[in-house]
C-alpha cells in the first residue's frame, strides 16, 4: 500500500511544477460576489460580459447567491486562487470584512452599498462604495408619493419596510423615512414617536399619526410566507389604499388583488424595482379594477453602478486609484441616483434602454469618460459630476432613445 | 355503524377545537377574529397553506413511513414547478397546464430519485442531500437563473383561487386515499414498513416499491410548488439545498396525521393534522407575533407532542406494574413469606 | 391403504454453505397420503432439504420431481402457488398489519376488483378460511400485533393452508406452541393425510414424531440414515441412528464430581412483568446448573433476569457478598457474562472485527497503566489473540469482521469475549444452537474445564441430551415455574425429562 | 438451519473483495480522493491549485467545517444523525459575540472579553447539546426528531435575538486573532484531543460499539443513554470551538450565517469515509478530510472556470459516486433511519 501512494505523490508534484496551460493574463480577472440570484441579475450579467469585459479588457467570474460574510470571504479567495486582480461585491453587510480580504490579497474593492464601513476606509485596495445615493432615493420617494397623493383624498399607507431597522439597509430606511415625511408634510400628522423610533420598532404594528383618517401601517422582516400572513390583516382592513414595497413587490400583488376585487376599491402600489421584463408588465397590465398593477416605481439603475464599479477598478489597476480616494484620501462614497417614474408612459421610455448596445445608459463609448486611459483627469470629482448628471432620466432618454 | 360515527366527530374534533382556541385567545390577545370573513383573503390563505402543506407532508409520509427521510423533496418542488411551468409557458399554455406540467415534471424528477436510489443503495439522507444539490444546480441552469416568472402571465389566477385550490386538494386526497387503502401498492407499503425482510420473501418487489414511493412524492411535491409559486407570481432558484429547509418542518402535521389516522386512515388523518396547524399558524399571525416566536411556539408544540407520541402508553404500564405486584403480594401470602408492608 | 402414487423425489442432492456439508447425496421418495417425519440432531440436514423444497434456497447440486414433473422453485411464492407450502420456525408474520392481510401477503392482486383492491372480499375470505380451519379465537381483520406467539403460529398455519398444498412442510413449529396448538396442527395434518395428501413434519422430539408421523426417515450429518415404518417404531432404535456416531471420546462429560455448596448467586423470589413470580435459585461454585423446558417456559427469562437484563418487579439477585445485580453493569464488574439465545442479534456485533467484538469486555482490563481511559492496544491485542489460539478461531485475521465467519467460529467469538476477562459466572443461553458438532464437542470440553476451575455457570437449553450430558442439576421449568430438580447423580434419562416438559 | 447460502466467490473476485475488505483499504480511502482531486486540478491549472498560498487559503476555508464535523463525527459513530449541528454553531456565535460587544461597550478590556466570549460559546454549545441528547434519552424521543425540533428552535431564538441585524466584531481584534493562528489552535488542540478520546480510550470505542449494535453494547455493560450524553457533549465542544473558528474567520454573524454548515458537516463526515450508520467503520479524522476534500473541489472548480451555481450539482454528484463506491453494495434496501 506505501509504494503506491509513494507514486501517486511524487506524479502529482512532478506534473504540477510542468505548467500545462499558460493561463493567458492578458485579462483582467474581475470577481462579481452577487447577494441575490433573480431575473434581474442575468440582465446585469449580460452587461458585463457584452458591454464592460471587451470594452474594459476584463474577464468576469459571477458567484452564486451570497448570503453571509464566510462565504463570501471564500468567493474573494478562490477568485485570488484564479489570479483575479479585483471584486464588485453586492453582499453589503460583509463589505468591512470583505475589503479586508481583498486588500490582504492585494485586489482592488468596491461595494455596492450606499453606506461606507468606517473601519476599513483607509485600506489601500478598499475603493469605498457605489451605491444608491440616501438622499436620491428619499427624493425618488417623495416624488413617487406625492403622484398619488396627487388627488388631494384621503389616503393610508402601509409598507413593507424589509431592512430598514437598523439601518440594514440604509436606501430601505431612508425610503421609509421619506414616506413618513411626505405624509407628515400633505396631511401635517403628528407622529407621536419620532420618526427614526417609528421605523426602527422591529414588529410589524400601525403607527400612531395622530390622525384618524390617515392610517400608517410598517411590516418590517424579509419576504417569505410570515411577511405575506402578516399583511393580510392590514391589507383586509380595506383601510388603506396604497401599498409600497422597497424591495420585492411581485409576490404581494395576488393578496392586493384579492382584497381589491373584495372591496371594490382601488389599492395603488408604489415599489422599488430595476429594469426589467417584470416592471414592465407590472404597468401594462391591469387589476381586477382595470388599474395597473404598479402605479409609481423607483428604478435601480444598477447597470450604472456596475459600469461604474468597473471603471473604478479599472482606473485603479491602471495607476488611478489615488485620483478616485475621496478628499482626505480615504475610500470613496459614490451615490448613484435612483429615476423616479410615476406613471405607465415615462416607463414605457425607460423600458428601452438597457437593451442593446446602442441603448444602455452607459455603453462602450461612454465609458471612455471614466477610463483614466482615454480621460486622464478621470477621478472622484468627474466620477461623482456623471453621476450627477444621469440622475436626469428624460435627458438620458432623450439622449438613448432616438 | 356508530363507531365509525365516533371516528368521525373524534377527526374533526381537532381542527373544530384548534379554531375555537384560537378564536378566544386571538380575540382576547388582539381583539381579532382568526379568520376575517369580510373579504376571502383569509379563507383563501388557509385554503391555499394547508394545500401546499398537505401535499407536501403526503410526499413525505410516503418514504418517512419505510424510515426514509428525503432531504431532496424540496428540491423536487423546485425542479418539478420551474422546469415543468417554464416548459409549459414556452409552448403558449397557461392556467390548469402549468399545474399538470408542474405534477409529471415532479414524477419525473421523484422517478429519477427513485431509480438512483434504488440503483447506488446510499443511505436515504446521503442521497437527499447529493440528489438535492444535483437538482438546484439542473434547476439554475435549464431556467438560466431566473427561476420562474409568472408575475403578469394571463390565466394563472385560477390556480390561486379558493374553490380551485379545494377541488385540488379534495383530488389529492383521493388520489392518495385511494393509493394508499386500495391498491397493492398501498398494501405492499404497510407490509414493509413492518418488515422489509417478510415482505421480500413474500415475492414483493421491495425495489419497485420504493422507487414508485419516491416517483408519487415527487408528483405531490410539484403540485404543491404551482400552488405556491401561482399566488406568489415567482419562485426563485436557491443554492446549498435550502429548499429543504420547509420540507422537515413538515415532519409535524406527518406525525399528527399519523396519529389522527387512527381514528380513519394516513390520507384524511394527515389533511386534518394539516388544517389543525395551519389554523393555529394563522392564530399566531393574528396575534402579529414576530416570525421567530411564532416558530418558536411551533416548535415547543411539536416537542410536546413527540413526547406524547413516545411515552402514549405509559400510564398503561406503570398499571400493568401495579397489578403484577399485586399478583405477586397474593402468590407470597399463598406461599406464606412474609409480606413487606 | 391408497394407491401408492409418488408425490416427491428427490435424486442425490447435494448442498453445502462455505465449508459446512449440509446435505450429502440426499435421496428419498415421498408418497401421497402419508404422514413423513425428518428426524435428526441440529445441524443433520432436515431443515435445508425441505427448505429447498419450499423454494426458500436452490440445491448446490442434485434435482427434484413434484407429481412426475421436474422441480426447481425459484422463491416460496411460486412454491406456494404450486402446491408445496411451509411453516418456518422463526415469526413469519408482519405485527402491523391484519390477518387478512398477512394471511394473502404479496398476493393481493388476487381481489382486485376493477381499478381498487377489495378489501371486503378479502377478509370474507379469511373468514371462510379460519372457520374452515375451525379458527374461532382470531378475527380476520384484527392487526396481528394483539395476537400472542401462538396465535401468530396459527395464522402462518391457515396463510399455507390457503393455498391447499400437496405437501405441506411444517418446519420445528411444534416447539413454539402450546398444547391446544399442537392439537391444532396435528388435527391440519390429519385432515391432510384424509385428502390425500402428505405433510412433512420436521422436529427432534422423538416422541412426538413417533405418535404424528406414519413413517420416520433419520437424517444425521446430511445424509439419510434410513426410513422406519410406523408398524416398527422402537425409540432406541431410531435415537441410535439418530445419535448413532460413536463418540469420539466424552463428547460429553463422563464424571460425576460435585460442586461447592457454596451459593455465588442466588435469585431471591424474584418476579418479572412476564413469565416469573417469586421464583428462587441458587447457582453453587463450581455448578453447571442445566435448565431446561420448551421455549415459552420462561428459561430464558430467569437467564436474563440473573444478568440484570429484565426489570425486577420484586425480589432481587444477589451475589455471594450480598452485591444486588440491578443492571448489567454490575453484573459484569463482578465477572459475570451472558451468552445470549440471539447470538447474531444480541451477543456480537456483526459488522464490526472480531478484534473489536473479543476486546469490548477488556476496556477496563487492558488500560494503558493507571486509573485513566487511555487503552494499551499492545495489551488488547494480547488479550484477542489470547482468545483466538485458544479457542482455535479459524478466521484469516482477527481484523476481519465477524460476518465472514462461520456459524461455530461465531459463537466461539463470542465465547473468547466473555472468557477473556476471566469470567466467574457464565449464563449460557442456548450456547449451542445452529453450531456443527465439531464445535459443540470442543465448548462442552470447555464447560467442563470452566467448572473444575470452580467456575460457576447456569445452561439453559433447549436441547435435553445437551442437559443430560452437561449438568450437575437440571431444572425443568414449565409456566414460569421449577417442576423438577434432578441431580445429575440420580441417572438424567430424557423419559423422565419430558414429563415434567409438556 | 439458520445460515444463509453464502456464494462460492470465484478466487480473483474473492481477492480482490479481501483487498476492499481489509482494515487499511477504508480507512485510507478518503486519502486517495484528495490526493486524485489535488492532483486533477493541479493538472488542469496548470500548477496553481499547488501553490502553497492556494492550500493555506483551502485550509482556512475549510477549518470551520473539520472543527465541527470533528465534533460530529463522535455523534454520527453511534449511528445518529444530528441535524441542529449548523444551528447550535451560529446560535453560539451569536450569543458569544452580543456578550463580547457588551463587555466592550461597557468599558471591559479586549482580552476579558475575548476569554468571556470563548467561555460562553463552549459551555452554551455543550449545553444545548447535552440537553438534545437528555431530551431524546429521558422521555425516548427519536434522536433525529429531537434535533429537527432543535434545529428550528435555536434558529428562530437567534432571529429573536438579532432581528435583521448583524454583529460584527472590530475587524483590528479579529486580525489580531488570525494573526496569532488562534484558529489553528483551537482547531489543533481540539483534534488532537479528539483523536485521542476517539482511537485510544474506552470512549471512543464504546461509541463505535454502540453503533454497530446497540443492544450487544448494552449486554456488555455499555449503556447508550450515557455515552449518548458523551458523544452530544464532545460533539457540543466542537461546535462551540467551531464558532470560534467562525467568528476569527468572518467577525460578523447574522441570521443568514453559515446557513449551509449543517449539511457541509455531514457531507464532510460522510466524504471522509464514516458510514451514516456509524459502528465501526468510523475514524475521527473523517471529518477533517471531509472537510478539506469538500473545500478543495469547490476552490479548484472556481479555478477551472465551472460556474457557481454548477458547482453545487458536480459537488453533489462527486458525493453520491465516492459514497457509493466506498461501500459494499447491500443486497436490500439501505436499513431505515427515520
Known sequence: MKKIFALLLSMAMILAVLPLTSLAQEKYIIGVAFQNVTSDTEIQKDYYTNELAPALGMEFIFSEAIKDTETLVTFIENCYAKGAVGIINYYTAGRGRGAEAADQYEMFFITQASKLDDATLDLEYNLGNCGASVDGMARAYTAAMESVLADGENHSVLMCTTAAVGQVAASHYYSTQAMLETMQNKYNLTYSKSIDEIINTDSPGEVDTGNPNIKIFLVPGTDNDKTLATISTPLQSGDYDIFVAVSGYANYTSAIAEVERAKNMDIKVVATASIEKQTLTGFTTLDPLGNPILNAVILNPLNVANAFCAAAIYNALNGGAEALKDADGNAAQLFVNPWPCPDAETYANIAKLDTEHDTYVINADDLQRLMVTSNPDANHDSYAEYLMELADIDAIIARKIK | ?341 | MPTKEVLLEVQNMYKNFGATVALNNVSFTLNRGVVCGLIGENGSGKSTVSSIAAGMQPPTKGSMKFKGEPWAPPSMLYAEKHGIGMIVQEAGTIPNITVAENIFLGHEAMFKQGPIINRAKMMAATRELLEGLGITNIQADQPVRELDMQQRKVVEIAKCMYWKPEILIVDETSTALSQDGREFLYSIMAAQRDNNRSVIFISHDLDEMMEQCDELTVLRDGVIIGTVQKADYEPSLIRRMMIGREIQGNYYRDDFDGYSDEVVLKADCITTMEDLLCFDLELHKGEILGIGGLSQCGMHTVGRALFGLEKLVDGKVTLKDGTKINNTRTAIKNRMGYVSKNRDTESLGLSASIMENIASTGYDINRWHGPGPLISNRKEKDYVDEQVKELSIKCASKYHNVNTLSGGNKQKVVFGKWIAPDSEILILDCPTRGVDVGVKAAMYQLMYRMKKAGKSILLISEELQELIGMSDRVLIMKDGEVRLEMMRTEGLTEQKLIEYMI | MTDVAIREPSSLRNKLLSVWENRWTTRLMPFVILLLIAFAFSLATGGRFLASRNLTIILNQALVVATVATGGTFIFATGNVNLAMGATTVLCETVSAMAFLAILDAGGSVELGLVVMFVISVILAVFIMGFSAILSTKLNVRVLYVTIVMMTLLAAIQQALLGGSTLTIPSKITRMLANNNVHYIIFGVFFAFAVVIFHFTKIGRTLRFIGTNEICAHQTGKFKKDYLLLAFVIGGLGMGLGAMVAIIRSGSVSITTLSSLNMDTMLAIVLGGMSVFGGSKSFVYAGVIGAVTVTALQNGMVMVGVDSNLIQGVRGLLFLLLVAAAQKRPHGLPAPEG
Not at chain 2, 368521525?8 to 384560537?22: E, G, K, R, S
Not at chain 2, 376571502?40 to 391555499?48: A, E, F, H, I, K
Request: net charge positive.
Open chain 2, 1 to 341: 355503524m356508530n363507531r365509525r360515527i365516533k371516528n368521525t366527530l373524534i377527526t374533526l374534533a381537532f381542527p373544530v377545537l384548534m379554531f375555537l382556541i384560537m378564536e378566544a385567545v386571538c380575540l382576547i390577545a388582539a381583539g381579532r377574529h382568526v379568520i376575517d370573513f369580510s373579504t376571502n383573503l383569509d379563507l383563501v390563505n388557509l385554503v391555499r397553506n394547508t394545500g401546499i402543506a398537505c401535499a407536501i407532508t403526503y410526499a413525505l409520509s410516503f418514504n418517512l413511513t419505510s424510515g426514509r427521510l428525503d432531504l431532496s423533496l424540496g428540491a423536487q418542488r423546485l425542479a418539478g414547478t420551474v422546469i415543468g411551468s417554464n416548459i409549459a409557458l414556452a409552448l403558449g399554455l397557461s392556467g390548469v397546464w402549468l399545474l399538470l406540467f408542474s405534477l409529471t415534471f415532479g414524477l419525473v424528477f421523484g422517478l429519477v430519485v427513485g431509480l438512483v436510489f434504488v440503483w447506488a443503495r446510499v443511505p436515504p439522507m446521503v442521497l437527499g442531500i447529493g440528489m438535492g444539490l444535483i437538482l438546484e444546480s439542473v434547476v439554475y441552469v435549464t431556467s438560466g437563473g431566473v427561476g420562474l416568472n409568472l408575475f403578469g402571465v394571463q390565466g394563472i389566477t385560477i390556480l390561486s383561487e379558493a374553490y380551485f385550490t379545494i377541488l385540488v386538494v379534495a383530488i389529492l386526497l383521493v388520489v392518495v386515499l385511494y393509493l394508499v387503502a386500495y391498491t397493492k401498492f398501498g398494501y405492499q407499503m404497510r407490509a414493509i414498513q413492518g418488515s422489509q425482510r417478510i415482505a421480500q420473501n413474500s415475492g414483493i418487489n421491495i425495489f419497485r416499491h420504493a422507487v414508485l414511493c419516491y416517483t408519487f412524492a415527487g408528483g405531490l411535491v410539484g403540485v404543491a410548488g404551482i400552488l405556491d409559486a401561482a399566488y406568489k407570481t415567482q419562485m426563485a432558484v436557491t443554492s446549498g439545498n435550502a429548499s429543504s429547509g420547509p420540507v422537515v418542518s413538515n415532519t409535524f402535521p406527518m406525525f399528527l396525521g399519523i396519529f389522527l389516522g387512527r381514528w380513519s386512515n394516513q390520507a384524511v388523518g394527515i389533511l386534518v393534522a394539516t388544517l389543525t396547524l395551519r389554523i393555529f399558524a394563522m392564530g399566531l399571525a393574528k396575534l402579529q407575533l414576530s416570525e421567530a416566536m411564532s416558530n418558536v411556539v411551533n416548535m415547543f408544540l411539536y416537542l410536546a407532542f413527540l413526547v406524547y407520541l413516545a411515552n402514549e402508553n405509559y400510564f398503561k404500564k406503570r398499571k400493568a406494574w401495579a397489578d403484577r405486584l399485586v399478583e405477586v403480594q397474593e402468590k407470597k401470602s399463598k406461599l406464606g413469606i412474609p409480606v413487606e408492608a
